[in-house]
């Protein structure tokens, strides 16, 4: 069943000079639920604009973008803001968790946005907490968590309101080797636990190795797509 469709996206910006860049050129691309993928390029490919297109967090310049069904390339901000709370959740190589909140303050943020009561969204991000093996340290801020920990809380912060589709953009960038390899352990058992579909972007040739099917980008091109997946 397909979760998400791109028909010829293109994404251009204005330049100081007034000359528009072309960052997405005709961007043609299926994800199915379920699936388990990333988008792969060098800096400067156009990935974190497609990764921002299929988050919602902004429009293409031309063509359509369907998330289940449901065409939202003219989506108002307010219409996004709702579909991303609701369908997508974010883990990101910074963690972008707020600091002067704690770890189960962060978790339950997306479900308090959501209008939860906050009795009930604290106990689901509770829940994600303890399902991530962060049941000692929901009470932590985040500058007493380790990396692979921060990273934890994010991912539970993505989950806990059971969205269609996860996006991570490089969630391994800013871990050691070994917390990568369990970060990316983690979302493997969550696709095949939950059936959430991961799209995962990326410039580490090793991380890509390890999901489904490798969309490759060059100067905002599709060149490629493997299909790892026997």
């Keep these: 069943m397909e979760l998400l469709k791109t028909k010829h996206i293109s994404k251009s910006f204005v330049t100081l000079s007034k000359e528009p860049l072309l960052v997405l050129q005709d961007i043609s691309i299926s994800i199915a639920q379920g699936e388990f993928l990333s988008i792969v390029g060098k800096s400067g490919s156009g ?41 997508i959740g974010f883990v990101f190589q910074t963690f972008n968790l707020l600091e002067d909140a704690t770890a189960l303050e962060n978790v339950a943020l997306p479900l308090l946005y959501a209008k939860i009561p ?25 500058n007493k968590l380790s990396g692979g920990q921060r990273q934890r809380v994010a991912i539970a912060r993505a989950l806990v309101n059971r969205p269609a589709l ?61 299909n790892k997946k026997s």
């Design 118 to 142: 906050t009795a009930e969204a604290q106990k689901r991000a509770a829940d994600e907490l303890i399902a991530l093996g962060l049941e000692e340290r929901m009470l932590y801020f985040p």
């Design 166 to 226: 996860i996006l991570a953009d490089e969630p391994t960038g800013n871990l050691d080797s070994k917390t990568g390899i369990q970060t990316m352990e983690i979302f493997r058992k969550l696709n095949a636990s939950l059936g959430i579909t991961f799209v995962i972007v990326t410039h580490d040739d090793e991380i890509a190795a390890s999901t489904d099917r490798i969309i490759n980008l060059v100067d905002g091109i599709v060149v490629s797509t493997e």
């Design 47 to 87: 990935k974190t604009t497609l990764m921002n297109i299929l988050g919602c967090l902004d429009r293409p310049t031309s063509g359509n973008y369907f998330l289940e069904g449901e065409d939202i390339s003219k989506k108002t901000a307010n219409e996004l803001a709702r579909i991303r709370n609701q369908k």
